[in-house]
């Protein structure tokens, strides 16, 4: 009869197999979609918990809440994340968005529980000697897919940030099955990956993350002349082979600058996010990244270079992503969960374990550096980060931790964050309210609410119909659209172009004093969703994450205005965009 760890073993590998693999079942119901690697997953910890519960006290295998062959199933490090990534999940709850609930629920679990301690229990016997195998020929698929350009293809629907994160985790272990190969085979297959990971990489921070991987791999695996050969050998080709890569060379994509006096918008996105923690301790919610950054990008008056208006997608740095999302707390315990991993998987290595903790060593620390670039703890990519965390685990040297590393270390942590964490929160503007509950409302500089579709003119109200502009240069054009007041809309259609066209409108202010701008605008799309707005030289920016239908958007800030005519520039910052109308309203009038 099949043992439960063969069967765990059998799903786990299954899981790590079909985790490029975007596309998945969808549940009835809530109609989230799971993929079939979290499938295979919760499969295998129900196989588990059923079996186990078949079995004598004296029986062998355990179930769920107990210790098998000296694998622990949840680590301090693991509870820690968990409890920590917990905040941003409150938060996501107190918005009410139940399927997004579920669906980071079941991921936060997969990454952080139930796949390293199905990875722990699997491997346990055999050490990651089954678990290197399945990693390489993942990553061989990967790779092959991605040169003949078959990685956007359904079911995969890989984006170049999760493919790229994908072979950075496996390179390690297929780098090990190379360096087994006799000399002539080895060095073709060495060749030939580095070709096909320099030829489909098209960023410099993943490039930059193989090549730490390399060097790890050939600094640990033993036999260090070889080691070190391939490993330059293997950096020299990447390097190469990036004269071969159509586009702009990926090592430019690591300056902040495109050209003089612009700067790239993921630069801007980094400085909105280092906000978070003053207006948001506990997180904007998890997968509430983009509806965060928007309420505070307005504060950033940078405008980005017309070459880079979009993040590619799953190009986000994970660190800044889990700030927005959920906290201080979870950087420190996810930056705490990869070091005791790495840390684990190091010391098996030192005392014997053979080449595959010294791989598991290099991946982690490969996806710790890819992840300042690219989001890991996602859909398909935190399957892989889970068993790696899980195989690091259960192959720590069996010495029986000291007290300062069972209770003083944890406690320090942990205590430091939270510290670090109300720190940082009370660091924010003078004079600014802070946020109240996790779902609290920003301070009025940072507001930006969805309004009434109207606004009624007078009681200190102004309004200007759009497609009244006095001059406007393309993209920019007047056109008839349904819903628009008047039936007229200023508009810049999606491909149209971004960064250039400008058109001016104009207000005539009988009373000076600070008004609040409106703008009655429809998004396309969450990258379609911005407008830039200079009156008198102050600019603002018109942003929210409502689209597909017309709505009234107020602006972040108030502008102090004199009596008399005040010219209007419009900016164009994305394509994709309409604006019926804008309004200013006195805010004295108001009160």
């Keep these: 009869m099949t043992s439960v760890v063969q069967i765990e073993r059998i799903l786990l590998m299954a899981a790590l197999i079909t985790a490029p693999i975007q596309s998945g079942v969808r549940l009835p119901g809530p109609g989230v979609e799971v993929p079939l690697a979290t499938l295979f997953i919760f ?49 996501l709850v107190a918005s009410r968005a139940w399927t997004d609930v579920l669906k980071e629920s079941v991921q936060l679990a997969e990454v952080a529980l139930v796949a390293p301690w199905l990875a722990a229990r699997a491997v346990r016997r055999d050490g990651v000697a089954r678990l290197g195998d399945c ?3 993942v990553t061989v698929a990967v790779l092959g897919l991605a040169v003949l350009g078959w990685r956007e293809s359904w079911p995969l629907a890989l984006s170049d940030a999760k493919s790229a994160v994908f072979v950075v985790g496996g390179l390690p272990f297929l780098l090990g099955r190379c360096g087994g190969l006799r000399r002539p085979l080895r060095e073709a297959a060495v060749v030939a990956v580095g070709l096909a990971v320099g030829v489909t990489f098209g960023h410099g921070g993943m490039l930059v993350a193989a090549l730490v991987v390399v ?18 050998g293997l950096a020299l080709v990447m390097g190469s082979a990036l004269q071969a890569t159509a586009g702009t060379n990926p090592w430019s994509q690591l300056s902040l600058h495109f050209s003089s ?13 280092l906000l978070a923690p003053r207006h948001r301790p506990f997180g904007g919610g998890l997968g509430k990244y983009l509806e965060t950054i928007n309420e ?11 070459r880079d208006q979009k993040i590619p997608r799953d190009g986000n740095c994970q660190y800044l992503v889990t700030l927005v999302e959920a906290g201080l707390p979870a950087v420190v315990a996810l930056l705490t969960m990869v070091a005791w991993a790495a840390c684990s998987a190091a010391g098996a290595a030192r005392s014997g374990g053979g080449p595959g903790p010294a791989a598991a060593v290099a991946a982690i620390v490969g996806w710790g550096v890819a992840g300042l670039f690219c989001v890991f703890v996602s859909r398909g990519g935190g399957v892989w980060f889970g068993a790696l965390f899980g195989a690091a685990s259960a192959l720590r040297p069996g010495v029986r931790p000291k007290v300062l590393q069972r209770r003083l270390l944890p406690a320090s942590v942990v205590a430091g964050s939270l510290v670090l964490a109300l720190v940082w929160a009370g660091e924010g503007d003078a ?10 409302g920003l301070d009025r500089r940072l507001r930006v609410v969805d309004l009434p579709d109207e606004l009624a003119v007078g009681g200190g109200i102004l309004k200007v119909e759009a497609e009244a502009a006095r001059e406007t240069t393309p993209p920019f054009v007047v056109g008839a659209f349904d819903g628009a007041s008047g039936g007229g809309a200023l508009a810049i259609s999606e491909g149209a172009g971004k960064g250039t066209g400008t058109a001016t409108l104009a207000f005539e202010v009988s009373e000076p004093g600070e008004y609040l701008l409106y703008g009655r605008v429809w998004w396309d799309d969450a990258c379609s969703n911005s407008l830039r707005i200079v009156i008198s030289e102050e600019a603002t920016v ?40 804008l309004a200013l309203r006195r805010l004295e009038a108001a009160r």
């Design 43 to 91: 499969a295998a910890a129900a196989a588990a918990g059923l079996a186990s519960r078949r079995r004598t006290a004296g029986g062998g295998d355990a179930g769920l809440g107990a210790t098998t062959a000296g694998v622990r199933p949840l680590a301090w490090p693991q509870a820690f994340f968990m409890l920590a990534a917990a905040l941003g999940l409150a938060a």
């Design 135 to 137: 990693l390489a020929g």
């Design 215 to 232: 060097a790890l791999v050939g600094v640990t695996a033993g036999r260090a002349g070889r080691w070190v050969t391939v490993a330059a």
């Design 261 to 273: 006096g612009h700067v790239r918008r993921g630069y801007i996105e980094a400085r909105a996010a």
């Design 296 to 306: 505070l990008r307005p504060l950033q008056p940078l405008v980005p270079d017309p």
């Design 431 to 440: 004079g600014a309210v802070r946020s109240r509950g996790l779902r609290g």
């Design 542 to 581: 018109l942003t929210d994450e409502v689209f597909g239908r017309w709505h009234v958007v107020e602006a972040a800030r108030p502008h102090r205005l004199t009596a008399g005519t005040h010219t209007v520039r419009l900016e164009n910052l994305e394509d994709g965009i309409r604006l019926d109308w």
